[in-house]
Antibody
Framework: EVQLLESGGGLVQPGGSLRLSCAASGFTFSDYAMNWARQAPGKGLEWVSVISGGGGSTYYADSVKGRFTISRDDSKNTLYLQMNSLRAGDTAIYYC??????????????WGQGTLVTVSS | DIVMTQSPDSLTVSLGERATINCKSSQSVLNSSNNRNYLAWYQQRPGQPPKLLIYWASTREFGVPDRFSGSGSGTDFSLTISSLQAEDAAVYYCQQYYNTPHTFGQGTKVEI
């Protein structure tokens, strides 16, 4: 059974940093692209970033480009999201999501339960 | 960026009735080289993460009831729930994965 367990969320001041982690199990992690998406309280879904299987390609939403970095450690079956220069508008539940393909151009077929990031002074 | 626009924003449907949600993309998400539409549908129940229902515009994910179906091509797509059940009350999102950013529609809330 595919499992995705996010961690690392919490309260951070504007301008601060956080690193989210997503521990994956139940599938061959290195074979699949992985995504981060987020959902602000009471709002819709926003795609944040994707990394291809093997990590050769990464892409970002304009709203986070230059501030967030996606990475993966296939030896640890773990996905990361380094978030710097955080703003109030980054407050959201952050979801880790597995793609259905190796390529970054793919749908997401499994989602974690999410971790809440709150940016506030 | 490709803008995804869903309609309606919300709808109320009786048990056993049909519900149809529309999704329009600002540019085509059809890849002519493989004839695939890069369009997915997700269901999100309150307090839960999204769940994949449909991908490639019309392929039902394993385990999804066959009352859910997807159709359309190019820029116009639909999700149909043929006979609404109580557990189908949720917000439904379309998403294009043809180009990054992989944009979502704003969501459609289905109430019973």
């Amino acid at each position: 059974e595919v499992q995705l367990l996010e961690s690392g969320g919490g309260l951070v001041q504007p301008g601060g940093s956080l690193r989210l982690s997503c521990a994956a199990s139940g599938f061959t992690f290195s074979d699949y692209a992985m995504n981060w998406a987020r959902q602000a309280p009471g709002k819709g879904l926003e795609w944040v970033s994707v990394i291809s299987g093997g990590g050769g390609s990464t892409y970002y939403a304009d709203s986070v480009k230059g501030r967030f970095t996606i990475s993966r450690d296939d030896s640890k079956n773990t996905l990361y999201l380094q978030m710097n220069s955080l703003r109030a508008g980054d407050t959201a539940i952050y979801y880790c999501a597995k793609a259905g393909c190796t390529s970054s151009t793919c749908y997401t077929n499994r989602w974690g339960q999410g971790t809440l990031v709150t940016v506030s002074s | 960026d490709i803008v995804m626009t869903q309609s309606p924003d919300s709808l109320t449907v009786s048990l056993g009735e049909r519900a149809t949600i529309n999704c329009k993309s600002s540019q085509s998400v059809l890849n002519s080289s493989n004839n695939r539409n890069y369009l997915a549908w997700y269901q999100q129940r309150p307090g839960q993460p999204p769940k994949l229902l449909i991908y490639w515009a019309s392929t039902r994910e394993f385990g999804v009831p066959d009352r859910f179906s997807g159709s359309g091509s190019g820029t116009d797509f639909s999700l149909t729930i043929s006979s609404l059940q109580a557990e189908d009350a949720a917000v439904y999102y379309c998403q294009q994965y043809y180009n990054t950013p992989h944009t979502f529609g704003q969501g459609t809330k289905v109430e019973i």
